[in-house]
């Protein structure tokens, strides 16, 4: 219950629009308490938690002081205030999940929670847009809605990795979250969702490949009656074709999608958007910008309000990171990043064959994130904004706590 209270404290984020008299204060006092309760933890993954904690916490602060004298107090306290936001959920993690299977227990807490909040998107199609919820966009003509998760893009860059997790979950319940997670992206116009989806799935099958045939005949059958039953509705099978037009399937003169496609908006991502973000970097004027970054007006509205950024979005977490932190705090993150993937690849080869919970929860852990972090080049907000940071706080503390967990469980632990 703990840690379900803490991971609400934090993804129900978008009530600080609704009720931020009521909500700030409770999540101040979750992130006090969690803290304490992880504090007085005396277990390894808790004192490592720590360490990271506070280590995120000084890159932060360093990013405040440049934030803080390039262009002023409010920008620096609301930058620093969106990064840490989401630290409640590791330490909740380290304080609250001393097994696999508890571990496990929460993560399908996430996936669930993660379900009924992007399912406000497709729910807005029919009650009306929530005044609450981040702004409207468009595609081809049609409303894309945000969601109880935030943004318009908060769903997209994180589908997949949460299709990933829900391979914890036993059948039948697992194909229900696939096919909830899978309609959504259909309808939420969003081409990164759809991406990540294809990419979830394939890394679900991979997960399960000691039942190949059943699984890839269950998906497909899957996948083809969704289809199928949104092609019923007039609007949705017209919110299809927008989106299919995206990827090169343009043969509807009735639905004219005016964006670009995904290879062009993934190159921009790559190219165009992070040299403009560097050209914004430059104008500083100060060769010091390069070692301790522009501040968090480089990461434009992500991290600061319009008035006070410094440069165009670049819509790739690696750049921004670069740009607002600068050389030396990037060397730390990138090679924190490589050393968690080493520690969970590691982990998994080690556990192969035993302790089948830890073993399944290690794989399932690095194959999230490593579709997060393939989706940081084209987009940013993974390492902080709310869903995404879930997984990657979930990745960091299996890598920190994996011995721990399989000395709690035993070997001979059920599979889950």
Not at 233 to 254: K, V, Y
Request: glycine share 8%; with cysteine; hydrophobic share 55%.
């Amino acid at each position: 219950m703990a840690f379900r209270v803490a991971f609400l404290a934090v993804n129900l984020h978008m009530l600080r629009n609704a009720l931020p008299i009521v909500y700030l204060p409770l999540y101040g006092l979750v992130f006090f308490l969690v803290l304490v309760d992880t504090a007085r933890d005396d277990t390894p993954v808790a004192r490592r938690a720590l360490v990271v904690f506070g280590g995120w916490v000084a890159v932060c602060a360093l990013g405040a002081i440049v934030t803080f004298f390039n262009v002023g107090l409010t920008p620096a306290v609301t930058g620093f205030s969106r990064l840490i936001f989401a630290l409640p959920v590791l330490l909740a993690f380290a304080a609250y999940c001393p097994s696999p299977e508890t571990a496990v227990r929460a993560v399908k807490f996430m996936v669930g929670f993660f379900v009924i909040a992007a399912a406000t998107m497709p729910m807005q199609l029919i009650l009306g847009p929530v005044s609450w919820f981040a702004a409207e966009g468009e595609r081809a003509g049609f409303i894309r809605f945000g969601s109880l998760l935030g943004s318009l893009t908060a769903f997209g860059i994180v589908a997949g990795c949460y299709l990933i997790l829900s391979a914890l979950y036993n059948s039948p319940s697992r194909e229900i979250v696939v096919l909830a997670i899978v309609a959504i992206a259909f309808i939420s116009l969003s081409k990164a969702a759809l991406a990540n989806v294809a990419i979830g799935i394939a890394a679900l099958v991979w997960i399960n490949r000691e039942r190949f045939p059943s699984v890839v005949i269950k998906m497909t059958m899957t996948g083809a009656a969704l289809v199928g039953a949104l092609s019923l509705s007039s609007p949705l099978s017209e919110r299809l074709l927008a989106l299919g037009s995206s990827f090169g399937f343009d043969n509807q003169p009735s639905v004219r999608n005016y964006d670009q496609s995904v290879t062009e908006s993934a190159w921009a991502r790559l190219t165009d958007l992070p040299l403009a973000n560097f050209e914004a970097l430059a104008h500083f004027r100060e060769p010091l910008v390069y070692v301790v970054g522009g501040g968090f007006g480089m990461g434009d509205t992500a991290l600061v309000s319009a008035d006070y950024s410094s440069a165009p979005m670049a819509h790739n977490q690696f750049v921004e990171v670069l740009t607002v932190f600068g050389a030396l705090p990037t060397v730390l993150i990138f090679a924190s990043g490589i050393a968690l993937i080493g520690a969970l690849r590691g982990a998994s080869k080690e556990l192969r064959g035993t302790h089948r919970v830890a073993h399944k929860l290690v794989r399932v852990s690095c194959a999230a994130v490593l579709l997060l972090l393939l989706n940081s080049f084209f987009a940013n907000g993974t390492l902080y904004q709310p869903a995404a940071a879930s997984i990657l706080f979930l990745a960091v503390y299996v890598a920190l706590g994996w011995r721990q967990l399989v000395a709690a469980s035993g070997r001979d632990a059920v599979s889950v």
